[in-house]
């Protein structure tokens, strides 16, 4: 019997986890080796220089700084395509265009998070992808930080330790194949969480934006 879409991508999250354990001549894990991933292409070396994007443009940062969890892959996206991909100590840009979006957060065994936005041209956005733990659940939050705020000082402090991935050609492959399957559940906890806490979450807007980082 061929695997459904829905076991398959929680096929490839485990398989992004344990294709990324660094193991050292006698198998045993080295915990100061970076996780890699092979469905994204990292920068040589960490650090962060970001450009202000087009003045017809938005560009959204994604960064999930820190070493948590770090066998675990996290998917977000824009509707219904991706955005980006991060593991543990990485960061995305994604460039796009104006309006309004919604950016929803996948990971294996976590519940999905979602972030209403309004991007405004030749501004830039952060979104701290966080960790968090609630009624004995994990989820990656999508978490937009305002320009003035600690948060974003704290994160400017946290990104150059943070390299820089891309969705790698394999990625994107199995993202074609498998996106509707994927997308429709996710779509479905979206109207619920409208309905719910969603209600009371911020959005993304104008104040939001940052003219350089």
Not at 2 to 9: A, G, I
């Amino acid at each position: 019997m061929r695997p459904s879409p829905q076991s398959r991508f929680f096929t490839l999250s485990l398989a992004l986890g344990l294709a990324a354990l660094p193991f050292g001549s006698c198998g045993i894990v080295d915990p100061r080796a970076p996780y890699r991933f092979s469905e994204m292409d990292y920068a040589e070396t960490p650090g962060a220089s970001i450009d202000p994007p087009p003045a017809d443009l938005s560009l959204v940062v994604f960064a999930r700084p820190g070493l948590d969890l770090p066998m675990s892959a996290t998917l977000v996206y824009d509707g219904d395509k991706p955005a980006a991909m991060l593991s543990a100590g990485t960061w995305a840009s994604y460039l796009t265009r104006p309006g309004e979006r919604v950016f929803m957060s996948a990971a294996m065994d976590h519940d999905p998070q979602f972030l209403r936005a309004r991007l405004m041209p030749g501004r830039i956005y952060v979104v701290h992808v966080a960790l968090i733990y609630r009624n004995d659940v994990f989820s990656y939050g999508l978490i937009p930080l305002r320009p003035g705020s600690p948060e974003l000082a704290d994160m400017k402090a946290l990104l150059p330790a943070c390299t820089h991935v891309e969705m790698s050609s394999s990625a994107r492959e199995w993202d074609a194949d498998n996106r509707a399957t994927i997308i429709a559940p996710l779509r479905a906890r979206y109207d619920k969480w409208l309905l719910g806490e969603g209600k009371d979450r911020a959005v993304m807007d104008e104040p939001y934006g940052l003219t350089v980082l």
